[in-house]
């Protein structure tokens, strides 16, 4: 079955991967997003309304140690997904689970994994409406938990990476870095933030911050294709971490997105208002494919 | 993580372990039906229109053999989920899938499972909206291969398994038992005569058998709340197989349902012109909780 005569898995990368997979399917009408997006879209029965639908799977070893808390592991499960949501200007709808357990897993641990999503479910509005187990097999498996969610966006208010315009400016939420001491497991996904932003302003494009700015931004100047130029000076860094951590640790779960800079006074007034303890930095501005720039750059990341 | 001091996921199996995590989730009020049935439902965002949702995962030495042919195992992944979709009234709309890889699985095996993806979505009109890889850890890892499905229903054609009503007449589609000489790889989920029926006649309740008419009869006996009277001497059987594999083979993909008595010569007539090569059999009918009774019977399973 896996002939390793032949190119693995392992060689060509998970972005390979995903990008060989993908780039051949065909969507039908209703697909409005299709693979490549922080969601995918889809052509609600309603006028008006969109769906957006997500899958991602945690695994033990991978993005959970075995001595983490369960409720934060369930917590965490739950949160990567409402932070994609969010992304895209969406609210949180409905989430069916898949856990993959070891025969000898403890069900007191598992119902702690539970406890923790009800908990986040009910803190954000949705509902957990299928739950499905299956035996990991092997004598030392892992623990894998995979979540998808289905979520709504009035079509006047999604977002999604690909709608940067030239002038437009960069921002992101929060601070970054560092996520490893333990925030990976307790951050609290910017659905509030993101909703809100959808519901007053007009941002072009945005996403979350999973892989750390180095990759996702990219990742959005591409899909709008259009480069970037940012100052790492001006990076929101928590406390304690360089400008390469804020850029590369990842599991930040800040939102990114770009707005018409004639709407960042308002912007930057509203907001205070709004949300007086969430810091809010403009990093860059949009330029031309081709123009990106960062100053005092020069990472490994960006290149 | 796993204190194996404690009772385990093994000790209580996957019926219990599902039921005590479920059991006390809070649905909200745009959940019509939660976890327990083929799909959940959810109020969709357009009148008379409902969401299904369904998440169902495939692991590597359980629902398939490393040596299975990774186009028959990507068409089996998503085949289960729409017999889910069928098994409502419902028409598949889009799926995401996660894979779980070990690092050394071949790509080209990988791009193989996705044509056999492809292939059954262009068959059944879906569209795959997403994919998501994670590394599945640990040196002789299984693949695992989750699907999560949306699909739609008119609120008028919904069936669940709460529905069937004294006197109803029981249906099976197909032929039952031997799944395991290669037909759990390569079935036609029962979604055209699904549809058909939901468009033509009023069934009370249905599911699809993935576990074996000994297991999911009383599934959908106890979420009705009767009970029922069959005749094992009737089941449509497989050739070369038993009625104790008919009833316990599992992964049959066949759909059971209930009818009103009085519809049951005008549903046999209409079926044999609209599916002259698909079997129905009517197996027997609902009665009393507590009265159930199966003729010839005595099979451990119906325990």
């Keep these: 079955m896996k002939k390793t005569s ?19 399917l065909t969507q039908r009408a209703s697909v409005l997003v299709g693979p490549g997006d922080d969601c995918a879209v889809l052509q609600g029965p309603a006028r008006g309304r969109h769906l957006l639908f997500k899958t991602d799977a ?6 959970f140690l075995p001595t983490a808390k ?6 965490k499960a739950l949160a990567r997904v409402v932070s994609d949501i969010a992304a895209m200007g ?4 409905a989430a069916v689970i898949t856990l993959a357990l070891p025969p000898l897993c403890a069900v007191r641990w598992v119902e702690a994994v539970y406890r923790g999503m009800e908990k986040i479910a009910d803190e ?25 969610m289905t979520g709504e966006v009035e079509a006047a208010r999604l977002v999604t990476r690909a709608g940067a315009k030239l002038g ?53 100047a591409a899909a709008s294709q259009v480069g970037y130029e940012i100052d790492l000076a001006r990076l929101p860094r928590h406390r304690g971490c360089s400008t390469e951590q804020a850029l590369g640790d990842g599991e930040d779960y800040e939102l990114l997105f ?16 709004a949300f007086p303890h969430v810091r809010l930095t403009r990093i860059g501005h949009v330029c031309k494919k081709g123009q990106t720039t960062t100053l005092a750059g020069g990472y490994e990341h960006f290149r």
Excluded: C, Y
Excluded at 58 to 63: F, N
Excluded at 70 to 75: A, N, T
Excluded at 262 to 271: G, Q
């Design 6 to 24: 032949s190119l693995t898995v392992a060689e060509i990368g998970e972005d390979e991967l995903i990008r060989r997979l993908t780039a051949r």
């Design 58 to 63: 945690l695994v033990e070893g991978v993005h």
């Design 70 to 75: 369960p409720e934060r592991v369930g917590r």
């Design 90 to 93: 969406g609210q949180p709808q």
């Design 124 to 148: 954000f509005g949705f509902s957990l409406v299928g739950g499905e187990t299956t035996r990991a097999p092997g004598r030392k498996a892992s623990v894998l938990i995979n979540v998808a």
């Design 168 to 220: 437009d400016a960069l921002f992101v939420t929060g601070a970054l870095g560092g996520s490893l001491v333990g925030r990976h497991l307790s951050f609290t996904p910017r659905l509030v933030e993101a909703r809100w932003l959808v519901e007053n302003f007009r941002p072009h494009a945005m996403m979350d911050l999973s892989d750390g700015l180095a990759k996702d931004l990219p990742r959005l």
């Design 258 to 273: 770009s707005l018409a800079s004639s709407s960042v006074t308002a912007l930057e007034i509203a907001w205070k208002k």
